[in-house]
């Protein structure tokens, strides 16, 4: 069995023994390429299944190339987001922008030799980029390989009002954005060709249906509820299957590897790991080790919390600023914390953390997913 040793003793040795920068960048792409399971099954059944921090300094580094790239190109610094999906292509001269907020799709491109076929091709390869992540690199300028169900299969309809799953609709829909939604712009002197178009009015509905049976199995086995998760979801990713961000964490939950990832990875698997980007960018993984990291805030961390509203309030403001935190909003000593929390009522809880929590991204993420969870039940 290939350990996680052995496995980085390879890589490492790899690397040194490389006589050129093109040979390092070949070792970093082979390690890519494991991570994106592109590699005979019998092998990648061996390989270790849990985060390597090594590897994601590699790629932390060749990511923070790979867009200064593009803005170089671009002049802006525009790059995928947890509600945001952007792809770049043809040199990083071409890209789509899918907003999972907003449900504006954009796919522009500074190419000036035939502009409108580059613009036709970039839009199919758009709708009909797959479901998986792991089979588009968002993080390079890599071509997409199309065939699968699309992401956005469902969540973007064609002039005729019908969903978009084969390279001939998506072709006939590209030409009719281009003859009715063509337009440039010139910004920072550089011409931009583009066209702009939305998805359906009801995406998030479509999202929360296509993960439904996950949500609900996950619930029932955490003794979690579901609109928690629901708006857990929507508020960290908008039901982006892309979503990343720069932390890093991953997924439709945002889960950050090295901290809730550890907590939901030993729960899980009854050791210790570290959940790798490959696996949290997987939707059914990502959404159980989730909500079993919610069932260990609420279980484990903030169990001594007695109102159950005032527990679900607490449990949510750590899910974004972590469970020491919430507590040291009302004292520096958890007991004292758990004390004071249980002389108050639930909306009295609620005010306190509006009023005391440390960071204020964490004061509107307890407004966001209250607010969010009414749609849910």
């Known amino acids: 069995m290939l350990n996680r040793r052995n496995f980085l003793s390879f890589l490492s040795l790899s690397v040194m023994s490389a006589c050129s920068i093109s040979d390092i960048n070949d070792t970093i792409d082979t390690a890519d390429d494991i991570r994106h399971g592109k590699i005979p099954k019998n092998i990648s059944k061996k390989l270790p299944k849990t985060g390597i921090s090594e590897l994601d300094k590699l790629f932390h580094e060749k990511i ?68 998986d ?75 929360q249906q296509k993960y439904y049976n996950q949500v609900i199995k996950q619930s029932k086995r955490f003794n979690v509820d579901q609109a928690i998760i629901y708006a857990i979801i929507e508020t960290e990713s908008s039901f982006n299957p892309y979503a990343m961000s720069h932390i890093p964490a991953y997924g439709l939950m945002q889960i950050v590897p090295k901290t809730a990832g550890v907590d939901a990875y030993r729960l899980l698997y009854k050791k210790d790991g570290i959940p790798s980007k490959n696996y ?38 750590a899910y974004n600023t972590g469970a020491g935190n919430v507590l040291r909003s009302f004292s520096k000593s958890r007991n004292t914390a758990f004390n004071k929390i249980n002389q108050l009522n639930s909306n009295q809880v609620y005010q306190y953390l509006q009023k005391n929590l440390q960071h204020a991204e964490a004061r509107k993420y307890l407004v966001k997913v209250t607010t969010k969870k009414q749609k849910y039940i």
């Open 280 to 317: 949290l960018l997987n939707a059914d993984n990502n959404i159980e080790m989730g909500t079993a990291y919610l069932s260990i805030l609420y279980d484990r961390y903030l169990a001594k919390i007695k109102n159950k509203k005032s527990q679900e309030y607490c449990v949510i403001a």
């Open 64 to 131: 923070s190339n790979i867009f200064k790239k593009a803005s170089e190109k671009w002049g802006d610094k525009k790059a995928p987001k947890p509600r945001e999906y952007v792809k770049y292509t043809d040199k990083y001269q071409t890209r789509a922008i899918v907003n999972f907020d907003t449900g504006i799709i954009k796919v522009q491109s500074i190419k000036t030799q035939k502009p409108l076929e580059t613009l036709k091709k970039a839009i199919i390869n758009t709708l009909l980029a797959p479901d």
């Open 133 to 207: 992540p792991h089979e588009v690199d968002i993080l390079s300028d890599k071509q997409i390989i199309i065939g699968k169900q699309p992401f956005l299969y469902n969540l973007v309809l064609d002039m005729d009002q019908k969903p978009i799953r084969w390279g001939w609709r998506a072709g006939n829909y590209a030409d009719y954005l281009l003859q009715n939604n063509y337009q440039t712009a010139t910004v920072k002197n550089k011409k931009i060709y583009f066209v702009t178009f939305k998805m359906v009015k009801n995406q998030q509905k479509n999202q």
